[in-house]
């Protein structure tokens, strides 16, 4: 049964940090490409970025480059999205996500391409 689980949201003010972790199990994550997506209140869920197999390929929304940087540690099977300088725009349920498909060669951005997801962390910036 594979299991994604986040962790590191939280509160804090404009311009601070956090650091977002994706535990993996259940499935190999040196095989899968990965994602964070995140949704908003009233909005509807959307990429931030995204990590290949290797993580020598690296995909960010506009909104986040120069902010947010993924990583990836396949041997402890995590994911992690580090972002700066935070804004209340920000603000919003994030999500980690496994390519449905093991051994993708190109990275996708599109939520559809991604099968498993974790339950999800709020992160809130304060103004």
């Known amino acids: 049964q594979v299991q994604l689980v986040e962790s590191g949201g939280g509160l804090v003010q404009a311009g601070g940090s956090l650091r977002l972790s994706c535990a993996a199990s259940?499935?190999?994550?040196?095989?899968?490409?990965m994602g964070w997506f995140r949704q908003a209140p009233g909005k509807e869920r959307e990429f931030v970025s995204a990590?290949?197999?290797?993580?020598?390929?690296?995909y960010y929304a506009d909104g986040v480059k120069g902010r947010f940087t993924i990583s990836r540690d396949n041997a402890k099977n995590t994911v992690y999205l580090q972002m700066n300088s935070l804004k209340p725009e920000d603000t919003a349920v994030y999500y980690c996500?496994?390519?449905?498909?093991?051994?993708?060669?190109?990275?996708?951005?599109?939520?559809?391409?991604?099968?498993?997801w974790g339950q999800g962390t709020q992160v809130t910036v304060s103004s």
């Open positions: 996500a496994a390519d449905r498909l093991p051994r993708r060669i190109v990275v996708r951005t599109d939520e559809g391409a991604y099968g498993y």
């Open positions: 259940g499935l190999t994550l040196s095989i899968y490409a």
């Open positions: 990590i290949g197999r290797s993580g020598a390929s690296t």
